[in-house]
């Protein structure tokens, strides 16, 4: 499935027949017609070029205790206050998250409203587009949460601009509709797709959110139920885990969701991540030394941790046929979804990023089951995890379990976006912060584990007051 990446703006918001667009009768008239409008609902999941480290990456990564930011960061004032926790309801970086998901759905909703008309399709035709839709909608509902916390619940197109005025909805009224949406995407959707539809959703990942929805609510019971529908999918074994973030094995049965690019992408779309340099250090291959692992995580790693040189590059370590000569001997570079030094050099990367995979899901069930008391079971995921980064097995219950489970997500899941909101979540944010020598620790507040309202939204939304603290 081609994602065409678009640009619109928040007054655009309401358009459905711009220049650049479809219009509506020449969407809503056939299968394969939709299917290009899905295409682009799933584009507001990410961004390309630049924006996507700024905007997404940075402030999902860079306020944790496994990733702390460096000088390609904090001598600019826009990113420099995100990661140093002195941001206000007037940032750009969170206001384009807001805007940009919101985007994505008012294009679900789109899809929702309007394919019960298209009497040319089949039930199942359109239970099929609906559910994709939906799970979209709920995927960009769960990001607001998490991202901002109180948020705005949108069901339905506005047909008018007094329409876009909307109160903030309640916590269970948001999870209650992402738990609908994702539910009825896990009905309606395949397990898996043909291999040229690779990034769309499927009834596995739309099971696996679900449970991770409930996790974060604490509702283990019914996380752990969502997870036990998820099948067809496993660990990659051995020299197959780096391969899951440099570009040689993306397609692969450990992988659930994720967001594609390819080299065809940069030609014909202008369409690229640029982590590579992003992550690189100042003086290697001109590096824009954004961020580096901390020693806190680095040194968390077991000796005979496959995944510390698939997750992390140190001075003289061999990198794509090189010895790696760090101008800083110290530094710790993230190298997932890093392919090869040219695409550190040229600043363009393709390897797709993964928003959820396997592995997540066993350290969410075992989670789960520790909380719920089924310590037993939930060592059973765990180790799976552990064994498969050629660790032996632990024995351990309670607190203890509890602590090796939120160890493991560090390491297994660093650079991936999802550090940050685990601590947030757990309520140990500044602890963690200070643990690991975060330079900004001492400036976090309780306030900090989400981003304000932005003031533009409550500049033009009469029914929303500005964040409180901010």
């Not at 550090?419 to 975060?438: E, P």
């Amino acid at each position: 499935m081609l994602l065409v990446i678009g640009f619109t703006s928040c007054e655009d918001y309401l358009t459905e027949e711009s220049p650049d667009q479809p219009t509506s009768d020449q969407i809503w008239v056939s299968y394969e017609a939709v299917e290009q409008y899905l295409a682009t609902t799933y584009s507001y999941i990410s961004t390309t070029g630049w924006t996507y480290h700024e905007y997404f990456y940075l402030p999902e990564n860079f306020r944790s205790d496994d990733i702390h930011p460096e000088s390609g960061t904090t001598d600019w004032g826009y990113l420099q206050r995100i990661v140093n926790f002195s941001n206000t309801a007037s940032e750009g970086v969170p206001a384009y998250m807001w805007n940009r998901w919101y985007v994505g759905i008012k294009m679900a909703n789109d899809i929702i409203e309007n394919v019960p008309t298209m009497d040319m399709l089949s039930e199942n035709e359109q239970n099929e587009l609906i559910a994709e839709a939906k799970f979209l909608r709920a995927f960009y509902h769960f990001n607001l949460k998490r991202n901002f916390h109180d948020i705005i619940l949108r069901v339905s197109v506005p047909k008018s601009p007094e329409e876009l005025s909307q109160a903030l909805a309640t916590e269970d009224e948001v999870y209650t509709q992402i738990e609908e949406d994702f539910s009825f995407a896990a009905a309606h959707l395949p397990q898996s797709w043909a291999s040229q539809y690779w990034g769309r959703a499927t009834a596995n990942a739309a099971f696996a959110f679900l449970g991770k929805a409930h996790l974060y609510q604490a509702d283990w019971s019914e996380a752990n139920k969502a997870f036990e529908q998820i099948s067809g999918h496993a660990l990659v074994r051995g020299t197959a885990y780096r391969s899951m973030f440099d570009g040689t094995a993306e397609v692969n049965e450990e992988v659930i969701f994720s967001r594609g690019y390819t080299e065809e992408q940069i030609d014909a779309l202008d369409i690229y991540h640029q982590l590579g340099v992003a992550m690189a250090p100042q003086g290697y291959n001109g590096g824009w030394n954004m961020a580096s692992i901390s020693d806190y995580c680095a040194s968390t790693f077991e000796d005979g941790d496959i995944r510390k040189a698939a997750s992390i590059l140190e001075h003289g370590q061999e990198f794509d046929g090189t010895i790696v000569d760090f101008p800083n001997p110290d530094f710790k570079m993230s190298l997932k979804y890093v392919e090869s030094i040219n695409a550190i050099s040229t600043n363009r990367s393709v390897v797709d990023l993964i928003l959820m995979r396997y592995a997540d899901v066993l350290l969410m069930q075992a989670e789960a089951l520790n909380e719920m008391g089924q310590d037993t079971q939930a060592l059973t995921f765990l180790n799976q995890v552990r064994n498969r980064a050629n660790l032996s097995s632990v024995s351990l219950t309670g607190d203890e379990l509890r602590t090796e489970i939120r160890k493991q997500r560090m390491l297994e899941l660093v650079s991936e976006g999802q550090r940050f909101y685990d601590l947030a979540r757990w309520g140990i944010t500044k602890q963690q912060l200070v643990a690991s020598g975060n330079p900004y620790a001492e400036k976090f507040e309780d306030k900090h584990n989400y981003f304000p309202i932005p003031l533009e939204e409550a500049q033009r939304n009469k029914y929303v007051d500005p964040t409180p603290g901010f």
